[in-house]
């Protein structure tokens, strides 16, 4: 359960820096 739980935990915190990623392509890109 606990490793689940850190697989989880990176996957949240992986999909939060893809999003700023693109966040900042989109910014970056106008």
């Not at 606990?2 to 106008?30: G, I, P």
Request: without cysteine; glycine residues 0%; aromatic residues 4%.
């Amino acid at each position: 359960n606990n490793a689940l739980a850190l697989l989880l935990q990176y996957n949240k915190e992986d999909v939060v820096n893809l999003k700023t990623l693109q966040e900042r392509l989109s910014s970056e890109s106008r």
